[in-house]
């Protein structure tokens, strides 16, 4: 449609009159020969051809404004950031997202059936000098960014799903997409059919509101149709890990809003930092969701709120500990592999507990970053263990082994107040716990041990080792089980919070984190299968397991002659 047409007020032209004489029913089947019938109705019913994209290459603002007035096109808003383009372009042509300002316009037309339109003007700002004239070239030859846009009426996953396999029967291919959260849309992009009779190979499916999770499989399958690219975005992961951890290190989350946008000079005084090379840094934290940039400045999302300093469920001590000491292990990781030595013993001359231990701020950031995924802990009170010991005439007792500074056990004390509880951890971590049960009015149901895992007490009635199994191998983990087999009663439960790899290799947070505690700690994690059999060891046995948040699981485990009562 627009590419025997030179010059980009000419190309933009070209694309308005398309809009105007292309209605939904007669479009779908020039994209997709031999759509017709039921599905082509189908089509018609859920999504609406919305508008005709390209992108164009203006010198600064008053050139683009004045390329929409020669076109008969009148723009109502100052262009806006473009999040997906900007990172196609960004990853096309090697170049840094931040040093692109790729703006959105939307300006209406009037279709010949009478139906409103838009013509979507992506607009790369190419300044004298700024060295992207070969993009504006390029692009102009090849069009990548040329499309045409259909809008799901009325969102829903299921539909949605249906539309995209629709598309793909009649020879559609996954072409990249995303989310953007300046106007909180989802957009996929498909290659049209290699027989399609417009000129426009590309079409995009925009449906409002945020679908990531159905986005998730479309880019699955679009990057492994671009194994280069793909691999470019896992290369520069340690970027955005950085990018967050300076984030937090600046405390430039606690110093924006969510509801105000926040001027780059104004912030970088309150924080200590250069403006420029804030800007830079929000922008590209803008691309993955933290912050959103507007007329007004950056504002802070629900994303980067979680790394606000007493947020609710903060998230700013994994941040600060995965950026930090464990990130720097990370580059021992090839050590590791190689002779089976743990790259943070390797760095740092001592494993992690004890390096913790020896300094009070890093022994206080990591109890904190362990509480910092407690969102995995919110089924766990409710669990019928737990629940059928409170419910006992006498009440009961809760051990929580190696319980951190209490954040679980301090949860599963405020579920059921005819608990008691037992807290068995370091010196320091114990008073770490003391402190913040205290404040949460738990303070007397609950005693302190300070100890090893020889000292689990018995008695109990239910004990808890969250998260502590996959600190180590399997010998040690036998101690561990053995210790608490022979404090527990005959009638108590164990409740062991784990994640478990899948069996099926599928993609799993248990897997991110095997990688990880093998190159920390010398730890692992384990098939529900394995678990079992490092139980059956101690004498007993696995009862059921229940999923939790965050990949997480609750091994239900008794000893193994009463695991059946």
């Known amino acids: 449609m627009i590419t025997t047409l030179s010059g980009d007020t000419s190309r933009l032209l070209a694309t308005v009159d398309f809009v105007k004489e292309q209605d939904t029913a007669t479009l779908l089947p020039l994209l997709f020969p031999g759509l017709d019938g039921p599905e082509l109705r189908t089509l018609t019913e859920h999504c609406r051809f919305s508008h005709a994209a390209l992108l164009v290459f203006p010198s600064d603002e008053a050139e683009l404004r004045a390329m929409l007035t020669d076109c008969g096109l009148v723009a109502d808003a100052p262009p806006r950031p473009s999040v997906v383009v900007r990172e196609r372009l960004a990853v096309r042509y090697r170049r840094p997202a931040a040093e692109l300002d790729v703006g959105i316009l939307r300006p209406a037309v009037l279709g010949a059936d009478g139906a409103h339109r838009m013509v979507e003007v992506f607009a790369l700002t190419v300044p004298p000098g700024s060295g992207l004239d070969a993009i504006a070239v390029a692009e102009r030859e090849r069009q990548h960014e040329a499309h045409v846009a259909f809008e799901v009426v009325a969102p829903d996953p299921l539909v949605l799903r249906g539309l995209c396999a629709t598309f793909a029967r009649y020879g559609a291919t996954p072409d990249g997409g995303g989310y953007n959260p300046h106007e909180n849309g989802t957009v996929f992009y498909f290659g049209a059919a290699a027989e399609a009779k417009v000129g426009c190979r590309r079409v995009e499916l925009y449906v409002p509101g945020d679908h990531r999770d159905v986005l998730a499989a479309h880019l699955d399958e679009h990057r492994a149709r671009q194994p280069a690219e793909t691999l470019l975005r896992l290369l520069t992961g340690a970027w955005t890990t950085q990018a967050l951890t300076a984030f ?93 030595h743990v790259a943070f013993e390797h760095l740092f001359g001592e494993n992690h507990f004890d390096h913790f231990a020896r300094d009070p701020h890093l022994a206080e950031l990591f109890d904190q970053s362990m509480a910092a995924g407690s969102a995995m802990f919110d089924p766990v009170p409710t669990h019928p263990a737990l629940t059928a010991a409170a419910e006992a005439p006498a009440g009961g007792t809760v051990v929580d082994v190696a319980g951190g500074n209490g954040e679980l056990l301090g949860r599963i004390l405020a579920a059921h107040p005819r608990l008691d509880g037992v807290l068995l951890e370091r010196p ?34 239910v004990y808890v080792l969250s998260r502590v199994l996959h600190d180590w191998d399997d010998e040690r983990c036998r101690e561990i089980l053995r210790h608490c087999a022979r404090a527990m009663p005959d009638h108590a439960d164990l409740l062991v919070i784990e994640r478990v790899l899948p069996p099926d290799g599928s993609v799993s947070l248990a897997t991110a984190w095997d990688l990880h505690m093998m190159c920390n700690v010398g730890g692992r994690e384990r098939h529900a299968d394995h678990y079992g059999t490092l139980f059956a060891d101690a004498g007993l046995a696995l009862v059921d397991r229940t999923p939790l948040p965050l990949e997480g699981h609750v091994l239900h485990v008794r000893k193994a002659r009463s695991a059946s009562a």
């Open 428 to 461: 320091h971590a114990v008073e770490a716990a003391r402190h913040r049960l205290e404040e949460a009015g738990h303070g007397t149901r609950c005693v302190f041990l300070a100890g090893d895992f020889a000292d689990v007490p018995a008695g109990g009635d």
């Open 248 to 340: 937090t290190q600046l405390r430039v989350p606690d110093a924006m809003d969510g509801e105000r946008g926040a001027d780059v000079e104004e912030l970088a005084r309150e924080v200590g930092a250069r403006p420029r090379n804030l800007a830079t840094l929000l922008r590209y934290l803008a691309m993955l969701g933290a912050v959103t940039e507007g007329r007004d400045g950056f504002r802070l999302t629900e994303l980067g709120a979680l790394l606000r300093a007493g947020a609710p469920g903060s998230m700013r001590a994994l941040a600060l500990m995965y950026g930090g000491p464990f990130y720097q292990s990370f580059a021992g990781l090839g050590h590791t592999v190689r002779t089976g």
